[in-house]
Nanobody, 125 residues
Framework: QVQLVQSGGGSVEVGGSLRLSCAVSGYSGSMYYATWFRQTSGDEREAIAGISYPFGFETYVYSVKRRFTISQDKGTKTIYLQMTGLRPEESGIYSC??????????????????WGQGTQVTVSS
């Protein structure tokens, strides 16, 4: 049984930093693609950063480039999202997800069969 367990998140003032974690277990394949999604108020879920396991190729949407960093610990299969320079409009639910490598589009939530439980990030001005 594949499980993604998230930790981190919470509240921060504008311009602050937070780190999210996502621990993957039970996945039997040797490769996968992991992505952090964000759902802000009234909007659809948006893929913001992705990374390939085990090779570590990273992808970001333009709005978070140079402010957010996705990384992974290959030994523990934990994915991290370090967020800096946070903005109030980035408040929302952040979720991690994985899909088999090479299947579907990295930025389409329908490509991902396995999801974390989601965590709230609140940025106050």
């Amino acid at each position: 049984q594949v499980q993604l367990v998230q930790s981190g998140g919470g509240s921060v003032e504008v311009g602050g930093s937070l780190r999210l974690s996502c621990a993957v277990s039970g996945y039997s394949g040797s490769m996968y693609y992991a992505t952090w999604f964000r759902q802000t108020s009234g909007d659809e879920r948006e893929a913001i950063a992705g990374i390939s396991y085990p090779f570590g190729f990273e992808t970001y949407v333009y709005s978070v480039k140079r402010r957010f960093t996705i990384s992974q610990d290959k030994g523990t299969k934990t994915i991290y999202l370090q967020m800096t320079g946070l903005r109030p409009e980035e408040s929302g639910i952040y979720s991690c997800a994985i899909k088999p490598s090479g299947e579907g589009d990295w930025n389409s939530e329908t490509s991902y069969p396995y999801w974390g439980q989601g965590t709230q990030v609140t940025v106050s001005s």
